[in-house]
C-alpha cells in the first residue's frame, strides 16, 4: 500500500496536511476553511469516511479554526491533542470527539502510527508528528523556534519532512511588525527561519546519508516568498557541497494551493 502525504495548505494564514494510507486518512491541523478542506479531500479522491483523525499541533487559530465544522461534518473523525492543548482551544467541538494523547507516547490511527514530539513554541503544549506505516515515516515539523537535539532525533529518519521555513530574518526585521512580535518569531519558542531550515537539512544530511524529500512550509506571508527560501536554503547546502537531485528533493508548500499528492 502506498504512503501519500498532501498539504492543503502551509502558512502563518493557516495549515492543513492529509496522510493517507490504505483506508486509512487522517488531517494534521484544521486552520483553514472547512470549505477548502473538504475540497481538498475531494480533490484527492479521499472519501469523508476514511477520515478517522485530526491531529492538532497546537492551539493557535491558523491550526485549529475548522476543528468545530469537521468534528461535526465528518462521521468516523475524532480530534486528538494533549489535556494542555484541549484546555487552551476556544472552539466548540463535541465532547465525544475529543481524544487524547500524552507527548511522546505512539498511539496508532488504523495501520497508521502517531508519534507525537514536544517542540519549542510559545503555546501551551505545542508538538510536532511523526507518522509511521510500512517502515516509511513522515515527519512535520513547524511553529518552532530551534530545533534540539531531542528534535532533531524525532526527525532525522524522516522520508518526507516537512519543515518550517517562516521568514527570511532580514526582511522580518525591515517589516512593519511591532518590535514585540519580531522578538517573538525570532525566538526560541517563535518559528524557524530560511537559515535555519538550510542549516538543519546540512546537519540531516551528515548524520544519515539516505534518500529524502523535504517539504519547505509554514511560510510568512509578509516576510519570505518561495523562490526566496528556495535561494538561500539552496545557497547554504552549496556552500557544503550538497546538492539536490535523486538522494535529496526539495519543494515548497504554499499557503493558497494543494499540493501534489507525495508518495512515500
Not at 491558523?62 to 475524532?78: G, W
Not at 516576510?223 to 547546502?237: D, F, R, W, Y
Request: glycine share 6%.
Amino acid at each position: 500500500m502506498q504512503l501519500n502525504f498532501c498539504s492543503f495548505a502551509s502558512g502563518s494564514s493557516g495549515n492543513c496536511y492529509m496522510v493517507r494510507y490504505g483506508d486509512t486518512a487522517l488531517l494534521i491541523d484544521a486552520g483553514i476553511s472547512g470549505k477548502r478542506i473538504f475540497e481538498g479531500l475531494e480533490r484527492t479522491g479521499t472519501p469523508l469516511e476514511m477520515v478517522e483523525a485530526v491531529l492538532v499541533t497546537h492551539e493557535h487559530i491558523d491550526h485549529v479554526k475548522s476543528l468545530p465544522i469537521l468534528t461535526k461534518k465528518v462521521p468516523n473523525i475524532k480530534a486528538y491533542a494533549n489535556e494542555k492543548t484541549w484546555k487552551s482551544i476556544e472552539r466548540n467541538v463535541a465532547e465525544e470527539k475529543k481524544a487524547f494523547f500524552t507527548t511522546g507516547e505512539d498511539f496508532y490511527i488504523g495501520e497508521i502510527m502517531v508519534r507525537p514530539f514536544a517542540i519549542s513554541h510559545d503555546a501551551a503544549e505545542p508538538v510536532g508528528f511523526s507518522l509511521y506505516a510500512d517502515n516509511r515515516q513522515i515527519s512535520v515539523l513547524t511553529d518552532s523556534g530551534c530545533v534540539t537535539d531531542a528534535i532533531f532525533a524525532e526527525i532525522m529518519d524522516a522520508d518526507l519532512l516537512v519543515l518550517e521555513a517562516n521568514h527570511e530574518v532580514e526582511v522580518l526585521q525591515m517589516c512593519s511588525y511591532p518590535y514585540q512580535t519580531k522578538r517573538r518569531i525570532l525566538g526560541d519558542r517563535g518559528h524557524l527561519s530560511n537559515v535555519t531550515a538550510g542549516n538543519c537539512i546540512c546537519k540531516l544530511i551528515e548524520a544519515k546519508d539516505k534518500a529524502r524529500r523535504i517539504l519547505l512550509g509554514h511560510l510568512s506571508h509578509q516576510n519570505n516568498e518561495p523562490e526566496l527560501a528556495k535561494m538561500t536554503i539552496g545557497n547554504i547546502l552549496q556552500e557544503e557541497d550538497i546538492y539536490l537531485g535523486d538522494r535529496l528533493k526539495m519543494d515548497v508548500i504554499l499557503r493558497d494551493r494543494i499540493s501534489p499528492v507525495y508518495v512515500v
